[in-house]
């Protein structure tokens, strides 16, 4: 992370990287384009308020590939073979993590590089109108907490304590924030948010992509700021904030499981196609989920299998092996090139709400919404769960609903359950990792 000042103003360091990254959104917004005297010496500040939010869209996608890919090795949801790169079947199954490496730098890069631009974000609304003030303010308050937490997910807290850099400024010499300390940030900046909503009128002056279709207004958008406050009240055990935080998101018991907001993409001149979509049945592929999901997954009373295990996987005759590892499911990510990828979708909140009543004992109110996704699976509803058996139900659930959107590995180290995740290889020395490693750019004298 280079020059972002806690108050918000982006070093010029900072603002030339992100300049670079949201050059190409004047395709995907098909807004405003930039007033640059010298196109080879840009500043940030010749960007519009829409170019922002754009590049903000359009930056959160890089290096979402690898976060994707990393997670669901982590939590052994899958592998991904890599003749080009032994680190996707060496460093992520036994390490070292490699704190040089590009596995942990690309994401927690590319996060900050976001950051940065919700930063300028913040340090242009003092100089808008009160109404467009306020709307700018919790769009980049919103995004800039999502981030936070998708980099604290990847890091975790090292043994020194050290979890996120919250200072803005580039300077090294700064204390890293704690898990906790990085929590409370997230959260004060959703929840200023959400009050700021309140004052942003009917519509925001800025415009969102397809991706929010639906949460595109001050009082939808609301719905997306309180869906994450409940995630993290969720990870955070204060499950009492998560059900009031669910009851004004989006979450609709009776809805689509599929409704939320997503990165989108698409195949026009400059923009990103989905990176993780493969042609399923090619004579080569790289992601497979793990033998483990098929194994685990139920069948119903008929011979029908989880409707979750057979739309999320292909398979493949003959098996895939690849440095000592066999799969023959093909992982299905992404459909096609196209296929948006979930920030957050209802399916979630109701198992985050599912969780928070497990959490709290409250287990009638837990089945009730478990069995919401297990119907829709075509699964026979639960009966009789309790405290014995409430958190292993919640957490196949969560397991099936959400493959690949970067749950599995960060419930189970919530939970201290890592251990019962597979291990392939032990004579490789396979183990479980919990956490990947702060950038080496990161840490003083390094």
């Known amino acids: 992370m280079k020059k972002i000042n806690k108050s918000g103003e982006t070093g010029r360091a900072w603002k030339l990287a992100v300049l670079v990254f949201i050059i190409p959104i004047f395709v995907y917004t098909g807004c405003e384009t930039l007033n640059i005297t010298n196109p080879n010496a840009p500043s940030l500040e010749s960007a519009s308020i829409q170019t922002l939010v ?16 990393a997670t669901m090795t982590l939590g052994r949801e899958g592998y991904f073979f890599e003749p080009a790169d032994p680190r996707f079947t060496g460093e992520l199954l036994f390490g070292p993590i490699d704190a040089g490496g590009f596995l942990s730098q690309t994401p927690w890069a590319t996060r900050y590089r976001v950051i940065a631009t919700c930063n300028e974000l913040l340090d242009r609304a003092p100089n808008l109108s009160a109404t467009a003030q306020a709307g700018v303010e919790a769009y980049a308050r919103t995004m800039r907490a999502y981030n936070l937490l998708m980099v604290l997910n990847y890091v975790d807290e090292d043994a020194q304590g050290r979890a996120l850099r919250l200072n803005f400024d580039g300077d090294l010499s700064v204390a890293f924030a704690s898990k906790e300390e990085a929590f409370d940030f997230i959260e004060n900046d959703l929840n200023a948010a959400n009050t700021a909503l309140g004052s942003a009128g009917s519509s925001f002056t800025f415009k969102l992509s397809g991706g929010f279709a639906g949460f595109d207004a001050p009082a939808t958008f609301r719905q997306f700021n309180r869906a994450l406050a409940a995630r993290v009240a969720v990870y955070r055990g204060n499950f009492n904030d998560a059900l009031t935080a669910l009851q004004a998101s989006f979450l609709d018991a009776g809805g689509d499981l599929s409704n939320g907001v997503f990165h989108i993409y698409s195949t026009a001149a400059g923009d990103l196609v989905n990176p993780n979509f493969e042609i399923v049945d090619a004579a080569f592929i790289k992601l497979h989920a793990h033998q483990s999901f098929e194994t685990d997954s139920e069948v119903n009373n008929v011979g029908v299998v989880d409707l979750r295990f057979s739309s999320k996987t292909f398979k493949r005759s003959p098996p895939d092996v690849f440095d000592e590892l066999t799969s023959d499911l093909a992982a299905i990510v992404a459909e096609t090139n196209v296929s948006p990828y979930p920030i957050i979708r ?20 837990a089945e009730t919404d478990m069995n919401i996704v297990r119907v829709a699976a075509g699964l026979a509803p639960y009966a009789g769960t309790n405290t014995g058996n409430g958190l292993d139900r919640l957490l196949h659930e969560k397991r099936y609903s959400l493959f690949g959107e970067g749950h599995r590995w960060v419930d189970m180290r919530r939970y201290g359950l890592l251990s019962q995740l597979p291990i392939d290889r032990p004579a490789r020395g396979d183990k479980h990792i919990t956490r990947m490693e702060i950038p080496l750019a990161e840490i003083a004298g390094q």
Request: glycine fraction near 14%; proline fraction near 3%; charge should be negative.
């Open 346 to 365: 209802n399916e979630e909140l109701i198992l985050l709400r599912a969780e928070a009543n497990v959490g709290l004992g409250q287990f009638p109110a």
């Open 54 to 69: 754009g590049g903000v869209e359009t930056d959160m996608r890089n290096g979402l590939r690898f976060y994707v890919e």
